[in-house]
């Protein structure tokens, strides 16, 4: 491993969004783990973007399973030593309909398991390595729907009703700004992400934008300048509201 060469891990990124991250830094000449908890998807996306020329390694990594994230940084210290950008990606909706007054309380679970504990997960454990980094970076994938301000303006997009994915990307949101508050003594940029409405399998391919346009947003906070911005929250356009 050049000690030169930028290594980043994408969770969730055997496809959608979190693919086209990985691709997207692949290009930059960094050298990108592959998150991904199936294995036969995991290995036909680290081919497929091998093919394209790209230096990826498959990490197998389920953020919902503690041994699972250990094992994945065991992976990235005992390849690269160090993890210069993480980018937590990964979520699920949880399941539908998730009405407030009828959501399944296993569907609610699922959502704060994957989205919120899962990225708290990944991060503390990616934590040693990202301190090793002269220039480390955290994104966190939320979403316009976690935007308080934009759920509580009249006339704005902000989705379904949702008791689960919008609340989850809501404490997403919260939790990037406490990570910025306790790290902000550090070299350690962590900034929450909106890829705005992109056809990808979460919302049944429903979605405008492409997952190539989607990525964008993530591959611009995790190339940072070192005077960057910490514990904001941007889309394409700029700020997001909270
Ligand atoms: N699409 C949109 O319009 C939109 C809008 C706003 C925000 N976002 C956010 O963008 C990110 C990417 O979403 P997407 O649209 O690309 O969705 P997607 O196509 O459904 O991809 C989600 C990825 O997360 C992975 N994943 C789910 N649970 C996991 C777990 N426990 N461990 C590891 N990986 C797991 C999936 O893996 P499997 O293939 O194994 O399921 C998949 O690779 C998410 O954070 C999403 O909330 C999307």
């Not at 503390?124 to 301190?131: E, S, T």
């Amino acid at each position: 491993m050049n000690a030169q060469t930028t290594i980043a891990l994408v969770t969730g990124a055997n496809k959608g969004i979190g693919y086209e991250i990985a691709a997207g830094l692949g290009a930059l000449g960094w050298s990108v783990g592959v998150g991904a908890r199936d294995q036969e998807r995991r290995e036909a996306a680290a081919e497929k973007l091998r093919a394209a020329g790209l230096d990826v390694f498959g990490v197998p990594l389920d953020v919902t399973d503690d041994d699972s994230v250990a094992a994945a940084a065991r992976l990235i210290e005992d390849r690269a030593g160090r993890l210069d950008v993480l980018v937590n990606n990964a979520a699920v909706t949880g399941g539908m309909p998730q009405m407030p007054t009828t959501v399944d309380l296993a569907v609610l679970r699922r959502a704060i398991e994957t989205n919120v504990i899962g990225v708290i997960r990944v991060t503390n454990a990616m934590l040693p390595l990202l301190r090793g980094s002269a220039s480390p970076r955290i994104v966190n994938m939320s979403s316009g729907v976690g935007s308080l301000t934009r759920q509580t303006t009249p006339g704005a997009e902000t989705g379904p009703v949702s008791a689960a994915y919008s609340p989850s990307k809501t404490f997403l949101n919260a939790v990037t700004i406490q990570y910025a508050k306790e790290l902000g003594d550090t070299n350690i940029l962590i900034n929450a992400a909106n890829p705005g409405y992109v056809a990808t399998d979460l919302n049944n391919f429903r979605g405008f934008r492409t997952p190539e346009q989607g990525a964008a947003i993530a591959i611009r906070l995790a190339t940072l300048p070192d005077d960057g911005p910490t514990g904001g929250f941007f889309e394409d356009d700029g700020v997001v509201p909270w």
